[in-house]
């Protein structure tokens, strides 16, 4: 009777062990996907930050300008930026008719 109390009691500390560890990869996992996710998320604010620097560059070739617009209003750029990127479209086209 007591080899079989020690074999469920070995038992019960495995399984509480393997427990323990499951929370903790699952613990991490989440600490790693929210850093995922924070990461994902600057990188996509830096993106659009370098859009609106290349569109409003007046250093810049009109073309790369315009192409960041483009790029700026697909990744769901808006507001003041969108603008003058359309503003900059209209001048540009309405330029190459004269």
Partial sequence: MAE?????????????????LISLIFAKLSKITKTFGDIKEHTEENYLNNLRLVIMSHEMPIEERLNAGEKYV???GNGQIKAFYKKLQKEYLESEEN
């Fill in 4 to 20: 079989i109390i020690m074999q469920w009691g070995s038992i019960a500390t495995a399984l509480i062990a393997l427990i323990t």
């Fill in 74 to 76: 697909k990744s769901g």
